[in-house]
C-alpha cells in the first residue's frame, strides 16, 4: 500500500465523520418533531421531519463507507505502511 491509498482512507474516514455528523443531527430533528407533534403543533413537526429525513438517510452511505474502509486487508495495510515509514525515519 502507498501513501495515496493511505491519504484516501483519512479522506474516507472524514467523510463517514460528516455522514455521521449528518444523521445525529437528523435523528434530532425527529425528536424535535415528536416533541412538537406531541404539543399538537403540526406545522412545526411537519417542518422538522422534512428537515429530518434527508438527513436520516445519510446513515445508509455511512454504514457502507464504514465496512468499505475497515477492511483488514486496508487496516494491515496501513499499520504496515506506518510501521515501515517510521522505521525509515
Keep these: 500500500m502507498d501513501a ?7 479522506i474516507l474516514g472524514l467523510g463517514l465523520i460528516i ?13 424535535l418533531a415528536a416533541l412538537n407533534y406531541i404539543s399538537h403543533e403540526e406545522a412545526m413537526a411537519a417542518t422538522y421531519i422534512k428537515e429530518a429525513i434527508p438527513l436520516m438517510l445519510c446513515i445508509l452511505p455511512a ?8 477492511k483488514p486487508a486496508w487496516v494491515i495495510a496501513t499499520d ?7 522505521k525509515n525515519q
Design 4 to 10: 495515496s491509498k493511505i491519504y484516501l482512507r483519512d
Design 63 to 70: 454504514f457502507f463507507l464504514g465496512k468499505y474502509i475497515n
Design 80 to 86: 504496515d505502511f506506518r510501521l515501515n515509514s517510521a
Design 19 to 31: 455522514l455521521s455528523v449528518m444523521t445525529v443531527l437528523g435523528t434530532l430533528f425527529s425528536i
